[in-house]
């Protein structure tokens, strides 16, 4: 039936494949859905959510502040940053206070790691180059800096670059909690029964991936973007672990937190409030 099939959007980085490997290898339950998957960079997923288009996304916990009306935070699949998150690199070295007025390259003006760098320093210029460009938007100049998501967090230094700041510690010296960026969300018309059904899946796919850690990373390997077989395993360990099966109380005040913080200096519109559906298991 039509009413079973359920598109899960999420980006085509080793951790989201190893978070949805039971699901798209069907090495678990699917309960009577059928699965489809749509693979995209999470500013297009951000995007795409605007529109609705997908039941399951993956989206940035900035994006949410636009999609609350549409979507709810599912239990399970968040990515949280525990005092490393996204970078700002440089060609040549400078001091995180530099970043004032220059021009930086940014993976999407919804993402959490624009929002986060807003909140770091308010007052700089940007431009809008797809994740996978940042390096090459610095490397030749038409950037001073770039923020750097997803496995360049880990592979910055060989392309000659520098750290300019870790926006993950500098929430961590902030705040004590962890830093949110990003989660999965489900569209609210699919109804309370289909949401709790979906939601108890999509954890224990993770959960799966989780007990079964070897398969699953042989799998995400594939998604791994030339990373060596020992930094997907970091990348993925970063990523996916127990934050990402379930909310903790830390993690979800960390998630209210950034949104009140977005809304005081006034890069969110309008105060949220994070809804989260809990999964039946």
């Known amino acids: 039936m039509r009413d079973s099939l359920i598109t899960v959007a999420h980006s085509p980085d080793s951790d989201d494949a190893f978070m949805f490997y039971a699901l798209a290898r069907h090495r678990i339950d699917s309960r009577g859905f059928e699965f489809r998957h749509v693979l995209s960079d999470i500013e297009t997923l951000n995007q795409k959510a605007m529109e609705g288009a997908y039941e399951v996304t993956a989206i940035s916990f900035h994006a949410y502040s636009f999609l609350f009306d549409q979507y709810v935070l599912l239990d399970s699949g968040a990515s949280m940053g525990d005092r490393y998150g996204p970078l700002v690199v440089s060609r040549t070295p400078m001091r995180p206070n530099d970043l004032k007025g220059k021009v930086i390259a940014i993976p999407g003006t919804m993402t959490s790691a624009f929002l986060i760098l807003k909140l770091f320093e308010p007052n700089f210029n940007h431009i809008v180059v797809p994740f996978d460009q940042v390096f090459q938007a610095v490397l030749e100049g038409r950037a ?56 108890t899946i999509l954890k224990q796919s993770i959960q799966y991936g989780l007990d079964h850690r070897d398969e699953a990373l042989e799998y995400a390997m594939r998604f791994a973007r030339d990373l060596e077989p020992s930094l997907a395993d970091q990348f993925v360990g970063m990523y996916v672990n127990e934050r990402t099966l379930r909310y903790g109380e830390a993690e979800r005040r960390a998630v209210q937190l950034l949104l009140d913080l977005g809304y005081q200096e006034r890069i969110i519109n309008c105060r949220v409030t994070a809804e989260f559906v809990d999964s039946q298991v």
């Open 144 to 199: 001073d800096g770039g923020v750097v998501i997803h496995e360049g967090q880990l592979t910055y230094a060989s392309k000659g670059l520098h750290c300019v700041i870790d926006l993950g510690k500098w929430w961590h010296q902030k705040t004590g909690l962890p830093l949110p960026l990003g989660g999965n969300a489900i569209r609210r018309n699919l109804g309370s029964t289909v949401i709790a059904q979906i939601a």
